[in-house]
């Protein structure tokens, strides 16, 4: 691994991390024809960043892979400080070649994105301007989901955010259904991908994916100390939003 690429925590990749950083070209082709509507959302989160009302502002990553979604968004931001945290070395051997891109002060951290924030409210004097997390924190549990955002809202400035593309369960619907739902579409629609590749992209979701309601994320981050929710995008065929939360 290179030697700018700090590591926090633990390592060990668990099972989400380890099939990712295996399965590199399943992701590509997911981006590639945008099965999980990544076009759509990170182009509502660029006109957001270019918005943003902070003349200047850090950025934290928490699951930033290899950087090729988030660079595009930032290249003409007003960011003075990046900083993305993956379990992945893989991965973040990549983002090294993406990072370049970014404006500002730029470091990567291999690390437990739980252990890193953690770490991060340890460190008084720190505060982010924004926290952004995509397709990550929905393989986590619903203890350690509210852990994180109670910390995440800890490490932002006043006036600041954290922005959530993710994907939900609607209310009242069980994991298994969600689940069964979203093979569903799966099968039918990620056509790129061969017969052994969904294979994999199933199990990854049975032993890893978690997703919330709308409700329960909104009412951790309320309970947090957020002060508003906001859905800025919602996709009418994948269950992908994007969410921020106001401090």
């Known amino acids: 691994m290179s030697k700018d690429i700090a590591k926090i925590g633990n390592q060990t990749l668990p099972s989400s991390a380890a099939i990712f950083a295996k399965n590199w070209q399943i992701y590509q082709k ?17 006109q957001f960043i270019l918005n943003y009302p902070a003349k200047l502002f850090s950025f934290l990553d928490l699951g ?4 090729s979604t988030i660079t595009p968004c930032l290249i003409d931001s007003n960011i003075y400080s990046y900083t993305g945290v993956d379990l ?7 983002a090294q070649e993406n990072i370049g891109y970014i404006p500002g002060k730029k470091k990567l951290i291999t690390g437990n994105i739980r252990d890193v924030v953690k770490e991060l409210v ?13 397709y990550t924190i929905h393989h986590l549990n619903t203890l350690e989901k509210k852990n994180l955002i109670n910390d995440i809202c800890q490490i932002l400035h006043p006036n600041s955010c954290f922005i959530l593309i993710d994907v939900f369960r609607e209310e009242g619907e069980s994991r298994d259904y969600y689940l069964a739902k979203y093979w569903q579409n799966i099968t039918k629609n990620w056509f790129s991908l061969t017969k052994d ?17 709308e409700n329960t994320i909104i009412n951790q981050a309320k309970n947090a ?17 994007l969410l921020v939360c106001y401090k």
């Open 88 to 94: 992945s070395p893989q991965a973040l051997e990549i």
């Open 122 to 134: 340890s460190t008084k004097n720190l505060k982010i301007d924004i926290v952004f997390s995509s």
């Open 225 to 241: 100390g957020f002060s508003k929710c906001e859905f800025i995008y919602r996709d009418k065929e994948h269950p992908g939003y």
């Open 30 to 46: 997911i981006l590639k024809h945008n099965h999980m509507r990544h076009q759509e959302m990170y182009d509502v989160l660029h």
């Open 197 to 213: 590749e969904i294979d994999m992209a199933v199990t990854h979701m049975e032993t890893c994916d978690f997703p919330e309601t």
């Open 64 to 67: 930033c892979g290899d950087l």
